[in-house]
């Protein structure tokens, strides 16, 4: 009889604590789809800059898109030249992964009529995100009128053309102060000229990736520079974007609020691991 109750006793807990394992996986798994849906997958080297030709280069970005098509990522961040062929890969998919383009990169100091110029080309193309590196130079030289001037105009651009719109503001090449200021003019920009319903659609970026800094100091999103962005682009959202390694990482910058993450590490990062990707 005692054997019996301590059988039955063990079947019990084994029975549960496979429910516990089940439901751990589950959550697991959902946590891993939640966070997927804020991961833009990104490759935007040149073939120059990967030291690679031109037909690697584009076999590169062709495997990112088959990547992000099959592990279901909200969006895949391309250079423009292959924002059209990304459009065709997906749709003989069938997917509903976005295609996104960087506009002016990666400095940003381009006349207003070639990131016109640029925008214009993207959206002919189908990109459903245009990321464009505003002219900080300007803005560190004091120069807010030009500013003004490109981030009203090249927004409406997008929004007239039902575009999420971002806008890079390299947090590497600015001071906090500066990061306040700039954050703060755009949001500014955006509310005085565009309507509530519109804030979601232009988001305010750290970093391109491509920044180079000194003594090895970080060239992308961190933890006091995404806070002090959150801070002063709200309601406008955040995009944190180079310098999230891990999906503990990933998990942190969700829980302070941005609403992006843009990686060249997308699915490692999904996957639990952490990558050395400086972008």
């Not at 604590?17 to 804020?38: A, G, P, S």
């Not at 030709?53 to 590169?60: F, G, L, V």
């Not at 295609?99 to 990109?127: H, M, Q, R």
């Not at 001071?175 to 979601?200: T, W």
């Amino acid at each position: 009889m005692g054997f019996l109750l301590l059988r039955n006793q063990v079947l019990k807990e084994c029975f549960f604590l496979n429910l516990k394992c089940i439901f751990v996986l589950i959550l697991n798994i959902f946590k891993i789809m939640n966070v997927k849906q804020y991961l833009d997958s990104t490759y935007l080297k040149t073939a120059s800059q990967a030291g690679i030709s031109e037909a690697d280069n584009r076999n590169i970005v062709i495997a990112a898109i088959d990547e992000a098509i099959a592990e279901g990522f909200k969006l895949v961040m391309i250079r423009p030249e292959y924002v059209a062929m990304a459009k065709e890969m997906i749709l003989q998919a069938q997917s509903q992964l976005l295609v996104g383009t960087v506009i002016d990169f990666p400095e940003g100091k381009s006349d207003l009529e070639e990131k016109i110029k640029e925008a214009n080309e993207a959206i002919k193309n189908g990109a459903d995100d245009l990321d464009f590196v505003c002219n900080y130079n300007a803005f560190k030289n004091g120069d807010l009128a030009l500013l003004k001037k490109e981030i009203l105009i090249c927004t409406e651009i997008g929004l007239a053309h039902n575009k999420t719109v971002k806008w890079i503001i390299e947090v590497a090449a600015l001071s906090d102060k500066e990061i306040i200021q700039l954050s703060a003019l755009i949001k500014n920009v955006v509310i005085s000229n565009f309507k509530e319903e519109d804030y979601a659609n232009v988001f305010v970026k750290s970093s391109t990736g491509f920044f180079k800094t000194e003594n090895d100091l970080p060239n992308g999103a961190t933890i006091p520079s995404i806070i002090i962005m959150l801070e002063n682009a709200s309601p406008l959202p955040v995009k944190a974007a180079g310098g999230v390694r891990s999906y503990e990482d990933a998990i942190e910058m969700i829980r302070l609020g941005v609403k992006r993450i843009g990686t060249s590490a997308a699915k490692a990062i999904a996957n639990g691991e952490n990558t050395a990707n400086q972008y």
